[in-house]
């Protein structure tokens, strides 16, 4: 264990400043966030002191028309009422209606950062052989007491780590700092999306998001390994080669034959897994008498053939990773 942990580390302080890197980025971007609703706040509550009532016309949802929002105030007392069809319909009600369709809009963001962090990743595998050919240290390294399982287990665990770790801190920062906004935003908007998000289970949500990614890196473990793969022989560009020569491939299939079908395949493969994140994040319409959104189970996500394609795939890539990384093939 203690070896592992040892190599591991040392893959954190190769890597540490890409990770605080991204982090600092993405923080940044939110914090502009906050900034533009800043000023989207005081042009809301300036606009609304002048005239003393806004209407927001023609509000629809998933297509279905919510009817006219008019916004009054007078002093410190704020009314908010919708009208549809020359009815009047209660606050409580559209704020239910809505609730799916911004449940699910937490999910997008959530799902945003997950894609970032995947073209990141990209990088470290790729890279994670490869450089230490380039430097000549993968004799070196080979040369230690451990063996080349667990040289190479480190790399994969290290990346797997990384990329659900720091989705995970993005996804909760990203949250954290959708609920600041709120705030910033002030009344009515604090109230309205206080009786929006009451029927949202974060912790669901969050244990939800995690079997989900111990989904994905399952199923992303073909792709991590073949550009490992790739990185174990090629002479230079190994992230270029690896995304670049299957896409090529594909490309050319479909001009020669006709057929799209190589194409859907690989693509189906390596990113296919994110399917699964639509059919688990379902929108109900009980309303306020349900759960907004369907939960997946943990055991749903990750018993499935897919699933057991994957790990099998994934064994014969990394048995040529295994078999070409002992060969030490130098990159000169």
């Given amino acids: 264990m203690k070896p592992l942990l040892v190599l591991l580390k040392r893959e954190w302080l190769e890597w540490r400043r890409v990770i605080i ?3 600092l980025v993405i923080t940044f971007l939110n914090l502009l966030m906050l900034l533009t609703v800043t000023r989207g706040s005081t042009f809301f509550h300036d606009k609304l002191e002048q005239d003393g ?10 297509d279905e028309n919510i009817g006219d929002v008019h916004i009054s105030m007078d002093g410190n007392d704020i009314e ?7 009815s009047s319909k209660s606050v409580d009600k559209v704020l239910d209606e809505i609730a799916g369709p911004i449940a699910f809009g937490l999910r997008f963001g959530m799902m945003g950062t997950f894609g970032f962090v995947l ?4 990088f470290f595998f790729s890279d994670a052989i490869y450089k230490e050919r380039a430097d000549n240290s993968t004799l070196f390294y080979r040369s230690l007491p451990v063996n080349d399982h667990m040289l190479l287990g480190s790399k994969i665990l290290a990346g797997l780590i990384a990329v659900m770790g720091l989705t995970l801190f993005l996804s909760i920062e990203y949250l954290i700092f959708i609920r600041i906004s709120i705030a910033i935003m002030g009344e009515p908007f604090n109230s309205m999306a206080g009786m929006v998000l009451s029927h949202i289970s974060y912790p669901r949500m969050l244990w939800d998001w ?17 550009l490992m793969l790739v990185g174990t022989f090629v002479k230079g560009r190994p992230l270029l080669i690896g995304i670049g020569g299957p896409l090529l491939l594909s490309i050319s299939w479909a001009i020669i034959f006709k057929s799209a079908l190589l194409f859907k395949t690989i693509g189906n493969f390596f990113w296919g897994f ?3 994140l639509v059919e688990q994040w ?15 189970s943990f055991w749903g996500y990750v018993f499935n ?3 057991l394609i994957s790990i099998v795939v994934s064994g014969l890539l990394y048995y040529g990773l295994w078999t070409i990384y002992r060969k030490n093939i130098p990159t000169d």
Avoid: R
């Fill in 21 to 23: 890197g991204t982090i």
């Fill in 53 to 62: 009532f806004i209407n927001l016309e023609d509000i629809q949802v998933d």
């Fill in 80 to 86: 908010i009422t919708i009208e549809n069809e020359g």
């Fill in 119 to 122: 073209f990141l990743s990209m």
């Fill in 210 to 226: 995690f079997s989900y990614l111990v989904f994905a890196a399952i199923h992303m473990a073909p792709l991590a390994l073949f």
């Fill in 274 to 276: 994110n399917g699964k």
């Fill in 282 to 296: 379902e929108l109900m319409e009980k309303g306020a008498n349900g759960e907004v959104l369907i939960y997946g």
């Fill in 305 to 307: 053939t897919d699933t």
